[in-house]
């Protein structure tokens, strides 16, 4: 937990020269986003909650980022037992614009344009389905990112 903060703090320092972030070092948070989430998805209860959930064929071109948003933003809803700590630093994770930005395949312009569904408008599912739509989106945007270097 603890390399993890300090991983996280340096991300939060580096993240202010911006585009000066390394393709390598978002490459890693997002391998450590996934860790996380395992970690999390063991302690959380799975019993029928409904969350709107973004799995790859509902995200539209350019709006991979805000889907990380919408997980983000939905992650809270989780019955996460004792992992709140870690719930609460994915979630931070996955809202940061610096990892949103860096897994869009689109210009700013084009995404700024792209119109985005609310999160609130996808599809609810299953709290299984959820974490499952969330790894995969995690994996292909660390293979994508691995391709830009
Ligand atoms: C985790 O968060 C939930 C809901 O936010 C809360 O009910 C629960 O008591 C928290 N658990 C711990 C161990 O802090
Ligand atoms: C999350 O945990 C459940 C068991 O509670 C398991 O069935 C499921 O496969 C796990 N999901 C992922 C993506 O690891």
Do not use: W
């Not at 937990?1 to 996280?8: D, I």
């Not at 614009?97 to 609310?118: F, G, L, M, Q, Y």
């Amino acid at each position: 937990m603890t390399m993890q903060l300090l991983n996280f703090c340096l991300l939060v320092i580096l993240g202010h020269t911006a585009m000066g972030v390394p393709l390598k070092q978002i490459q890693l948070k997002l391998v450590e986003m996934q860790k996380d989430l395992e970690n999390l998805n063991k302690s959380v209860q799975h019993h029928g909650l409904m969350l709107n959930t973004p799995q790859t064929e509902d995200i539209k071109e350019c709006c991979t980022g805000h889907a990380m948003l919408c997980f983000g933003e939905k992650l809270d809803a989780l019955d996460s037992q004792n992992s709140n700590i870690t719930k609460r630093l994915l979630g931070k994770s996955l809202k940061k614009p610096i990892i949103r930005e860096s897994v869009n395949d689109c210009s700013e312009d084009d995404t700024k344009s792209a119109n985005c569904p609310a999160c609130d408008s996808y599809p609810l599912r299953d709290s299984r389905t959820f974490v499952q739509a969330l790894k995969t989106l995690l994996q292909q945007c660390t293979a994508k990112v691995g391709y830009r270097r």
